[in-house]
């Protein structure tokens, strides 16, 4: 069956029958474990059900996992929303052969890297970029970590983490931070909330547009091509 990566949903017609739809098949669609791949999951499922008449079923997944069970099973059919950067070289040249990729979801185009908050950001106008971490390491160091600055990261087994734990060995950052994986996007948003009102420092993994983004006022850092 057909997969589209990152389907862009255009408004459905208002009375449709199963015909419609064009299989008679259950379509199969990804639901990702954060928050706005989950709504997107879900409204891909109602322009389907509703829209064209299709049996859906959504089906849990990340990244990583779900590119492997689409190239060894063909499914799921739809991925609403799909971060092919985080998957490896290997396993994106054979998505691409079989895939189809929608447009852009966001009207701005999504972004991903090492933020900061803006109260550090703006009190530190010597770190603008990731190279500026490693120099000035001691400006993260927080009542509760033990001498070192805390990098957050991914929780285990994204595809993000296994990203951000190359750059941060390729970077040299090991040797003054430490690498922070929460168990659960819930859990990072609660520690970035607790740092956040106590205008403590850190930096930390995310994507964008996502909520603690603009909650907490985070800031990019610059990145060198990697």
Request: aromatic share 8%; net charge negative.
């Amino acid at each position: 069956g057909l997969l589209v990566l990152g389907l862009a949903i255009a408004p459905a017609p208002q009375a449709a029958s199963a015909s419609e739809c064009g299989t008679e098949e259950p379509i199969t669609v990804a639901q990702m474990t954060w928050p706005s791949a989950e709504v997107l999951a879900h409204i891909a499922k109602i322009v389907l059900v509703q829209g064209y008449g299709c049996e859906v079923k959504l089906s849990p997944g990340n990244t990583i996992p779900t590119a492997r069970t689409i190239l060894s099973r063909g499914t799921p059919h739809i991925v609403p929303e799909f971060w092919i950067s985080l998957v490896d070289d290997e396993d994106r040249e054979a998505l691409e052969k079989v895939v189809a990729f929608g447009a852009d979801i966001y009207r701005d185009g999504a972004e991903q890297g090492l933020w900061v908050p803006d109260y550090f950001y703006n009190a530190h106008p010597d770190i603008r970029t990731i190279a500026d971490l490693k120099p000035n390491a001691n400006d993260f160091v927080s009542p509760d970590a033990a001498g070192k600055g805390q990098l957050y990261s991914c929780p285990p087994g994204w595809g993000c983490a296994i990203v951000n734990a190359n750059m941060f060995r390729a970077l040299e950052l090991d040797t003054a931070f430490d690498l922070v994986l929460p168990g659960s996007v819930s859990n990072l948003s609660s520690i970035l909330a607790r740092k956040t009102k106590r205008q403590e420092p850190f930096v930390v993994y995310k994507w964008s547009p996502t909520v603690d983004v603009a909650s907490f006022k985070l800031v990019k850092l610059d990145a060198p091509p990697y």
